[in-house]
């Protein structure tokens, strides 16, 4: 291995009284003011520590493309043990286990090389974050950057990290994340993707992969600078930062023997576009309003292609015309989400309409439903595939439940349920505190039409009649237009004035979430 190169700058941190300091690159001195810098960019190395090829590249980029002599250019290098051989370092000098550096974890102290305390990279980070904003008064933004391991760091930090939030009361500077070929993601749940492959993700629980939740590549056993953090804090941060992900288009590497990160997909370019679509999953379409993800033509496992690629430019130095961004709301199938409707009771030899109407699916179709019964005494459901059914409650008191299960347009599914009690003593069918007064139809049985009128007024009064297959043929009032009428006459028509056949139909009343259901019968 080649030995890692050695800056003499130095990031000096006080640690329970003792000092420690972190190597960097850099343009500027940390601790002078610099009353004339306005940008400032972090850029953390890869697994290399190649630290100076990456403040070589912005400072080529930054000559070229941005404002030099307003723009802090930093690298900062964290080393392994490994490292420290041949550079008659002091012992202040931090140093990292392999692999956990970009992951928050506490530096080393050994008895080779003895530390006199650790520290969290992440809180290396804060203090870095907020010396340059003491130092850099006139900021106005500040990016965090990082290649393969370092912009995994970027990804946590950006969620986990606590210094933005702390300067954001009192400064009102531009943060912003960018990570480059990032090899694995922090996941805010324990969902992964479906089928990787597919045009439109799913995510569900993986059977396989014991480990896949948990961190750094989950929210399950998280290291003492996240776990201070917090889970909640960790997810709510994540979807407000500005983080943008850069992927190069030849990026098809990084596979490993480690399931915890190949279930988050077959290799980085393909993981780049899953947890695209799973944030969306996860938060909604909001979060592709400070969160995006662009695939660069041409670009390979290579940090100088990913800044000076055109996606790259406009990210870091806002140059050019780029704006090729990944389709977040495409690349995911949210669920549809199932509402079985409010808990009822009813008396015996009943009738009770079980109304899932208000389910819904935000980006498709509801293409099959299917009501079952759980508990109780069997019922026959009259039409167990709609969203509306009905059925008549047995003659003894029981306590029914039925499940409601739906499936959208591109397999996803989705259930709730809804329990009926059934009450000899029961006059209504609602729930057990109604405080809605008796209603009237009359004439029942009618010819031409009938009067609904009930005691009191409702401003959030619903009137439904369904047929007895459970289908909506009309409404006569709706909470937004009810006003506080008391009394609503029904011609025996369907919702587009067609005359309805003889026979037996539900009037459906709901208000603050009580439901009555009477039999009218309409003569022909």
């Known amino acids: 291995m080649s030995q890692v190169g050695m800056p003499s700058s130095r990031l000096?941190?006080?640690?329970?009284?003792?000092?420690?300091?972190?190597?960097?690159?850099?343009n500027l001195d940390i601790d002078s003011t610099h009353q004339n810098v306005k940008n400032v960019i972090i850029s953390l190395h890869g697994e290399g520590r190649n630290a100076d090829e990456h403040y070589n590249i912005f400072m080529n980029a930054t000559s070229t493309y941005g404002v030099p002599d307003s723009t802090f250019i930093i690298a900062p290098v964290y080393l392994l043990q490994e490292d420290l051989e041949g550079h008659n370092l002091d012992s202040t000098v931090l140093y990292w286990p392999s692999g956990d550096w970009n992951a928050g974890d506490y530096s080393r102290n050994t008895g080779t090389n003895p530390r006199a305390a650790q520290i969290s990279s992440f809180s290396t980070m804060d203090t870095l974050f907020h010396r340059l904003v003491q130092n850099c008064p006139n900021l106005e933004t500040l990016i965090l950057t990082g290649h393969s391991a370092g912009s995994q760091m970027v990804e946590r930090y950006a969620a986990g990290g606590r210094a933005q939030v702390d300067i954001a009361e009192q400064y009102d500077i531009d943060f912003r994340y960018v990570s480059t070929n990032v090899p694995s993601f922090l996941y805010m749940n324990d969902v992964r993707v479906v089928d990787e492959n597919a045009a439109v993700y799913n995510f569900?629980?993986?059977?396989?992969?014991?480990?896949?939740?948990?961190?750094?590549?989950?929210?399950v056993g998280l290291n003492n600078y996240m776990e201070e953090s917090g889970v909640e804090f960790i997810r709510s941060q994540y979807f407000e930062k500005n983080v943008t992900c850069l992927i190069g288009q030849y990026d098809t590497g990084g596979q490993s023997t480690n399931c915890a990160r190949d279930i988050q997909g077959n290799n980085r370019l393909i993981r780049a576009y899953v947890y695209f679509g799973y944030i969306g999953y996860y938060y909604g379409d909001m979060v592709y309003t400070n969160h995006w993800l662009a695939e660069l033509p041409g670009v390979y496992h290579e940090f100088w292609g990913v800044v000076s690629s055109e996606g790259g430019l406009k990210s870091y130095f806002n140059h050019g015309d780029f704006n090729v961004y990944v389709d977040g709301p495409a690349l995911f199938n949210a669920s549809p989400l199932a509402e079985a409707g409010s808990d009822q009771i009813a008396g015996l030899q009943e009738l009770v309409v079980l109304d899932g109407s208000a389910s819904t699916d935000t980006d498709g179709n509801i293409t099959a439903s299917l009501w079952s019964q759980l508990e109780g005494n069997t019922v026959r459901l009259a039409a167990p595939t709609s969203l509306i059914t009905s059925f008549t409650t047995p003659d003894q008191n029981d306590s029914l439940v039925f499940v409601l299960?739906?499936?959208?347009?591109?397999?996803?599914?989705?259930?709730?349920?809804?329990?009926?009690?059934?009450?000899?003593?029961?006059?209504?069918?609602?729930?057990?505190?109604?405080?809605?007064?008796?209603?009237?139809?009359?004439?029942?049985?009618?010819?031409?039409?009938?009067?609904?009128?009930?005691e009191g007024s409702y401003l959030d009064l619903a009137i439904d009649i369904y047929d007895l297959l459970g289908r909506q043929v009309i409404s006569l009032a709706q909470p937004e237009k009810s006003k506080s009428s008391t009394s609503y006459r029904w011609s025996g028509t369907d919702q587009y004035g067609f005359e309805l056949d003889g026979g037996v139909y539900l009037v459906q009343i709901r208000s603050n979430g009580v439901t009555e259901i009477r039999k009218v019968t309409l003569l022909k």
């Open 12 to 26: 000096n941190l006080n640690v329970d009284g003792h000092q420690l300091s972190l190597p960097y690159y850099g």
């Open 204 to 219: 569900d629980v993986p059977e396989l992969c014991w480990t896949a939740n948990y961190y750094k590549y989950g929210l």
């Open 405 to 454: 299960s739906l499936t959208d347009n591109e397999g996803s599914t989705s259930f709730d349920t809804v329990s009926i009690r059934v009450n000899s003593t029961s006059t209504t069918s609602g729930d057990v505190q109604n405080p809605m007064k008796r209603f009237i139809i009359s004439p029942n049985p009618f010819n031409s039409s009938t009067t609904i009128s009930f």
